[in-house]
Every structure is written in C-alpha cells, then in structure tokens.
C-alpha cells in the first residue's frame, strides 16, 4: 500500500523548485501542492500521466499575508490523519537587483525580503499551527544558501533574507522541541546550482557586482550542478532519518 504524503512547495514552477516537483510525482501515494507566480500546464500533464493529486496556485508571494491565509485555510479543509507525513518546502526567493545598497530601489528591497524572508516565516506559522495535531511526521525544509552564511557584495537583501531564514529555523526547533509540537525544520544549504539566479548574477553589471567574474567562473569550469541533481540531493536529504537534528544544514553535510 502507498504511503500517503503531502508536499507543499513555493516558487515550483522553475529551477530546484520545478525540479523537485517532477520527482516527487514519481512518488506512490504523494499528493503535491506548488504555489508560484504561474501555472505549469507541463507539470499537470506529467501529475496526471502518474495518477498523482497535484494542485497548482498561482499566487505572488510579495504579498505573504494572504498567501499564508490560504494555506492556513486550505490545510484545515484536510483530513489531517489522512496523510502519514506532510512537508512544506520553502524554496521561493529572488537575488534581484544586483547592486550596491546605496544604490537600491526601496520597492526592489521590500519585494525580495517579503518573497525571501517574510513568506517563508508566514507560510511556516500557518503550516505548524493548522497540522498540528496531525497523526503523520510533520517537515519544513528551508532553502537556504551559502550567501546566508558568507556574505557578498551587493547582495544584501538576499544574504540578509537567508540568514534570516536560517535563524529564524534555529528558533521554531527550539520552540517545538521545548513546546512539544514534534515539527522538524531545516534550513538547508542545496549547493551551487545552474538556474535562472547563476544568469541573472552573470550578466550583472562588472562595476556594481564586485563577484561576477567568480559566477563566470563556476560557470566556465563546470562546478554547477544541475537542477536536477540538486532536487535529487534536496530531497534525499529531506527524507534522512537525522532530519532535523541540525536545524541549519548543508545537502552536502556527511
């Protein structure tokens, strides 16, 4: 007999999130939820080739508060001792602009720290608090970057969205481990991986991004992983038995 899982993915309609997706509606008995700013027909063609429930929002996470509603709302309309584990993948995020701070639009700020910060922590709250009380293993994988832990020139809006995203993991372990909530959170480092945010970096402007030459590089050399192998790795990690134990973590940690 499968056994039935729920997958909550953001940002799935392109790179690791896309990715992830695609394998997981190669797992029996899973049923998927991808919220992103589009719909990918493509995705629910291969959802229905594999007889796999997938259920696709097209929803803007800069604006976090009603996202976080209508998870929290659609979550308690389950039957919670239906499922024998449920995730919520936190991947959405946007490197924007590259540039110095001094030199950023405040609009631009505000959007990547509410996609990359404010949604995750909203979309955790309302996911810990509609499943508790839910029989199955309860997850929250967080797509961190080494950018949260090593910080880089004109990106701070993204460096301080992952750092963020990495603390804030620290205290929901502490809190469920303590409160008694049995939730285990991760904040995850997946690697360096050849998506649409390596092209943007690339071809930012040479006197605004003092690192560029180091993303042409990994390029060049061939030190990019696919998102393919990236998802692989994520989601192997994902389904550790230590799961949790680290609540800030990298795919490649022994």
């Avoid at 992830?20 to 939820?33: D, S």
């Avoid at 308690?76 to 924007?96: H, K, M, R, S």
Wanted: glycine share 10%; aromatic share 4%; charged share 20%.
């Amino acid at each position: 007999m499968n056994s039935p899982q729920l997958t909550i993915i953001t940002g799935a309609s392109r790179g690791l999130g896309r990715a992830m997706a695609e394998q997981l509606l190669a797992v029996p008995g899973q049923r998927l939820l991808c919220i992103s700013r589009r719909a990918d027909d493509a995705l629910a063609a291969r959802a229905r080739e594999a007889g796999v429930e997938l259920e696709q929002w097209q929803q803007d996470l800069a604006d976090p508060v009603p996202a976080a509603a209508r998870l929290a709302a659609w979550l308690q309309g389950l039957d919670g001792q239906a499922f024998d584990g449920v995730v919520l993948i936190n991947n959405a995020g946007t490197v924007g602009r590259t540039r110095p701070l001094s030199q950023a639009v405040a609009a631009e700020l505000s959007q990547a720290l509410r996609v990359g910060l404010e949604a995750p922590l909203l979309l955790t709250s309302a996911f810990l608090a509609a499943t508790r009380g839910w029989r199955g293993e309860r997850k929250v994988l967080n797509i961190s970057s080494g950018l949260g832990r090593n910080a880089m020139a004109s990106q701070a809006p993204y460096c301080a969205a992952k750092a963020g995203m990495d603390h804030f993991s620290r205290a929901v372990a502490l809190e469920e481990e303590a409160l008694g909530g049995g939730a285990k959170i991760v904040s995850l480092a997946p690697g360096v991986i050849d998506t649409d945010m390596q092209v943007q970096l690339r071809g930012a402007e040479a006197d605004m991004f003092p690192d560029r030459a180091r993303f042409e590089r990994l390029k060049a050399q061939g030190q990019l992983d696919t998102p393919e192998s990236a998802a692989a790795k994520v989601l192997a990690y994902l389904a550790r038995p230590d799961f949790g134990n680290n609540p800030v973590a990298d795919v490649r940690d022994a």
